[in-house]
């Protein structure tokens, strides 16, 4: 059995996939590396079997039918035989010395026998023609290098939100959460953080900056334009994450509090591209997002409405939509995304 299973969805990948993949093989035969072509149309299906013949110990390359980013990672868990299970997007990459650290983690907590079920470890911001690199470090909310389970957590501030850059989950907590991401559709890293969350009891986190996430591709998901074209799929996502869970009978008070926040800021950034785009038609989208979350939660729609981040969002009237995109605004220049 492999320590660690790094899937790596890729689609007309051809460009930056080698960056991303050489990162991961020094790693060497303690991980698996299954590179998941999604239906590409260029070179990236070639690249794959060559790593995979270059490299038989380490590397698998999938090849499947388009079925979208959540897809691809299905077909990376259902095929991994990592005792844990880490997500690496094509265009991205991890950093050597962190990664080395995470290994020897991994493998020190399995010869100890320790159950562990999340590791949380740094994400660094990688935008291009951006002078300093925004860290997301989870310092000054939880405890490091140590296992520590909810009751051991402090305080996650705006902004300062798990992601799947972040994490390493145990392989078999996805497989028993049912997790299942939907074809198709973009953004459902959101639902791969958020969903195998009241499975997790023990966690350890690593103030390293691993994961580099890169930002710059005009064509990228999270590009401001292209997330107001792919709106749909975000209020998709954002329904899902709705409808998983009744968050008020989790009996983890800081599980719950944590899920809520998470519930509540993707809730805002599908309220606020709504806003962005200016559209009679996606204003009476943000309206039956809304009314959705009333209909299926009276409780759930109070307490996200009155939120601070969920209030700004719903101001009335033209005067409340340019104070919302204005506080929108600054929340990019502090967090530093898209």
Not at 55 to 64: C, D, G
Not at 148 to 167: A, C, E, N, P
């Amino acid at each position: 059995m492999k320590l660690l299973t790094v899937a790596i969805p890729c689609y007309n990948s051809q460009d930056y996939m080698e960056k991303c993949i050489d990162s991961l093989l020094i790693g060497g035969e303690d991980v698996e590396i299954i590179i998941v072509d999604d239906g590409s149309k260029d070179m990236t299906p070639e690249i794959a079997d060559s790593y995979a013949k270059k490299h038989p110990e380490i590397v698998r390359a999938i090849h499947q039918e388009n079925g979208g980013h959540g897809e691809a990672v299905n077909t990376g868990i259902r095929n991994a035989q990592g005792i844990f299970f880490k997500v690496v997007d094509s265009d991205d990459w991890v950093d050597a010395e962190a990664y080395q650290k995470i290994l020897a983690t991994l493998r020190e907590l399995v010869g100890n026998g320790s159950q562990l079920d999340m590791l949380i470890s740094n994400f660094v911001y990688e935008k291009e023609g951006a002078k300093h690199k925004k860290v997301m470090k989870y310092t000054s909310a939880i405890p490091k290098e140590k296992l520590f389970t909810w009751k051991d957590v402090r305080h996650f501030s705006k902004g300062q939100y798990i992601l799947m850059h972040s994490v390493i989950y145990r392989t078999q907590l996805l497989r028993d959460c049912g997790l299942e991401l939907p074809k198709h559709t973009f953004y459902v890293d959101n639902l791969f953080v958020y969903v195998p969350l009241p499975y997790v009891k023990n966690m350890y986190y690593l103030d390293v900056d691993f994961y580099r996430y890169y930002i710059g591709r005009e064509d990228q998901s999270v590009n401001e334009s292209v997330m107001i074209k792919r709106i749909d799929q975000q209020i998709k996502v954002n329904k899902i994450m709705v409808d998983s869970y009744d968050l008020w009978k989790l009996q983890d008070r800081k599980l719950r509090k944590y899920m809520f926040n998470y519930l509540e800021i993707i809730t805002v950034v599908s309220t606020v591209m709504l806003i962005r785009s200016g559209t009679e038609e996606n204003l009476e989208k943000k309206r039956e997002l809304w009314n959705y979350i009333k209909q299926k939660d009276l409780r759930l729609f109070h307490h996200l409405r009155n939120g601070i981040m969920g209030g700004t969002m719903n101001l009335p009237g033209k005067g409340g939509r340019k104070i919302s995109i204005a506080a929108y605004k600054i929340s990019q220049k502090v967090v530093g995304f898209n």
